[in-house]
């Protein structure tokens, strides 16, 4: 098994993100349609399922699209496509998370895949992402990836009501093994 699929492997096990009962709750908007972007072996899209959204779930990965497809055959409420956060055609939703995937965007489409996500998002819907930090470890060795200051991410958040941004800091360990310094959001945030 090599890395990629060691690490989709143990993500089948892993828990959903505690932010998304809240998120759930938090949602405003009359229909149900989830962006699950990045969305790696499904884990969040398929308790969106058994909550009665339609789930659109897109992934660069081939390895998660085997995943996805299998695991969601069937479902009439499922899309999956393989793809990046720059070329995905978004339709109406009313919430779209990136669960540790955004910081994989490439920088200089970041504008566009945000204007996509305005356009996306109906009035009472939510976000749910992981921003990372300018200070991430990552941002060392990848200086290009796509991070921001706090500041940067309360102005880009400002049209939203923000309902959660805790900042994580510290070193905590990766799904694929091994840890790194963690400086990254997660945030909770309604249009
Ligand atoms: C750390 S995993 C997170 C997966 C899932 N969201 C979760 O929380 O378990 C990051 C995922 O982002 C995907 N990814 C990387 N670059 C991407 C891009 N440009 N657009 C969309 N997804 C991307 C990877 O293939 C991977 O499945």
Redesign the pocket.
Known sequence: MNKAQA??HA?LN?PI?PALNKVVNANQAVEKVAI??????G??SAFLLEQGYHVHG????AI?ADICKARFAGQSHYQFTQ????AFNYPQSSLIM????LY???KAKFAQVWQAWQQSLQSGGVLLVDFLEVEDEWLQTSPDMLAFTEDELRKLLQTFEILTLKEIKGIYPL?AGGEKFWHSFIVVARK
Do not use: H, I, P
């Open positions: 690490y989709y993500s892993a993100r699950d972007c990045g969305c790696g072996v884990n969040e897109f992934d660069t990965s998660a793809c990046g956060f720059e990136a669960n540790a995937s994989f965007c490439e799904r």
